[in-house]
């Protein structure tokens, strides 16, 4: 009890590193490693358990957020109803014009959604599940929640801290590419790093809330699985 009492201590106090080496060390790198070693035919419910450990923590980790969860709700389904609909049009047919050029010009999309699709062709439900629910929570909690609101680097210049984690937001979807300097990710860079900077310019004028950016990251991935059906 002492000890679970610390390490809750600690989360309060330290909430941005919590949910750094929750996603970054806990999910990519472990988690990766146990999925690595699972069974072919058990990975997919191994990548479940983990996303769902993930999703529970993170938010845990960011609870505060959603000290007033059913007045952003109600925003989203209410007076923001239109603008989230709009704004999540917009991106999806930006997201479908880059693609196409992407695919069209070089020949190919990014390694991450290689492996989106090809696990959802497989287990339609559970990668549905994942990818329109799971994810989107725990990336907007880090990414916007965590890296950009909680951390005092450039507090006072949102525009230019803005610019500087869709930077990070969008290599981070494409990391395979940047290592292995793969140029023609282009396209797809440019594709994540408009997503961030719209939604999170949402989430800035909705003097933050955070249910706006989720409610139109799950919509995007919703349309962009059923066009993969």
Do not use: W
Request: net charge positive; hydrophobic share 50%.
């Amino acid at each position: 009890h002492i000890k679970m009492k610390k390490i809750n201590n600690y989360i309060e106090k330290h909430t941005i590193l919590s949910s750094l080496l929750l996603y970054f060390i806990g999910y990519l790198l472990i988690g990766s490693l146990i999925i690595s070693f699972t069974p072919s035919k058990h990975q997919i419910y191994t990548r479940l358990v983990l996303s769902l450990i993930l999703f529970f923590s993170m938010i845990r980790i960011s609870r505060k957020e959603f000290d007033n969860v059913i007045e952003q709700i109600n925003e989203v389904l209410g007076t923001g109803a239109l603008i989230t609909t709009i704004t999540t049009f917009i991106i999806f047919v930006i997201n479908i014009a880059l693609t196409f050029l992407s695919v069209a010009i070089f020949k190919q999309t990014t390694v991450n959604n290689n492996i989106i699709s090809f696990l959802f062709a497989q287990h339609p439900y559970i990668m549905g599940l994942i990818t329109i629910l799971l994810l989107p929570f725990v990336e907007e909690l880090l990414f916007k929640s965590q890296i950009f609101k909680n951390t005092k680097f450039l507090k006072e210049h949102k525009v230019i801290k803005t610019i500087i984690v869709a930077l990070l937001f969008s290599s981070f979807h494409c990391i395979t590419e940047i290592v292995t300097l793969d140029y023609k990710v282009i396209f797809s860079l440019i594709n994540y790093f408009i997503f961030y900077v719209i939604t999170n310019t949402i989430y800035i004028k909705s003097n933050y809330n955070i249910m706006k950016p989720i409610a139109i990251h799950m919509l995007l991935n919703t349309l962009s699985l059923i066009i993969t059906i």
